[in-house]
């Protein structure tokens, strides 16, 4: 069982259970799996920084989906009305003004083709899978839990100040113009994590409660985590391309 599998057990005070989120993202959040390392040392391949942008695709292109089977769920109208910002954040005023605009631009400033991007269909079957099943959580368990697994945005910031920076200096093909996703995002991250973590301190207010969003934290964490893991089978030294998967090679 994992370290915080009874986390929760006894019942926490807000400033405990907080406390306890913070550990998870601390020793769980992705910003510790070495294709993360690799990519702030400089020694991904340009085809392995494509293919993280392709794969990642898939994951920014579903939060706005995501978020709206949340408002759907929320009875609260000042809830909605918060949480309606986030969808706005992605995808913009036209639906394509806002942040997946961004990380095609990302995509395609890497070299990559446009199109094959918005399709998916050249991801890896793990990224699909992992990102279904983020969307499924956020569907099926409670709001609580829902809100919850978006607390991975409290470490948001922290990725962002590693990998753009890292970005910028060793890679000679990325330049600031491609990177414009990232302007926002600290400042929207911080926005998005501070109301949903005064959420979760409100309405967890049982152990069962506060375990469960330990847990949908963990949860979000492994999700992210997966999806390097499938990257890095994929694209690392041994090279296991799934058929049909965006081949460096080949593009």
């Not at 978020?67 to 109208?77: F, L």
């Not at 600031?176 to 991250?189: G, S, V």
Request: aromatic share 10%.
């Amino acid at each position: 069982m994992s370290k915080f599998g009874n986390a929760a057990r006894d019942g926490l005070s807000p400033a405990d259970l907080e406390k306890v989120l913070r550990e998870v993202g601390a020793e769980r959040y992705h910003n510790r799996h070495p294709y993360h390392h690799q990519m702030v040392n400089g020694t991904l391949t340009k085809g392995q920084m494509q293919a993280w942008a392709l794969n990642r695709y898939c994951y920014q292109s579903v939060i706005p989906r995501k978020d709206a089977m949340i408002i759907a769920r929320a009875e609260d109208p000042e809830f909605r009305a918060e949480w309606r910002k986030r969808i706005e954040d992605h995808d913009g005023d036209d639906g394509w003004s806002g942040g997946i605009a961004r990380w095609l631009k990302l995509a395609t400033g890497l070299g990559l083709d446009a199109d094959d991007v918005k399709s998916e269909k050249l991801a890896l079957p793990g990224t699909r899978f992992a990102v279904g099943a983020y969307l499924s959580f956020c569907t099926n368990r409670t709001l609580l839990e829902a809100v919850a697994s978006s607390l991975t945005e409290l470490f948001s910031p922290v990725i962002i100040s590693e990998r753009v920076p890292a970005m910028l200096a060793k890679y000679d093909y990325v330049t600031p113009d491609i990177l414009a996703y990232f302007d926002k995002r600290p400042t929207q991250a911080s926005r998005d994590s501070d109301f949903a973590l005064a959420y979760v301190m409100k309405h967890a207010d049982t152990p069962e409660k506060q375990q469960a969003v330990i847990d949908a934290l963990i949860f979000k964490c492994d999700i992210l985590w997966a999806m390097l893991d499938a990257l890095a089978h994929a694209y690392g030294e041994k090279g296991n391309i799934p058929p049909g998967a965006f081949d460096p090679e080949a593009a």
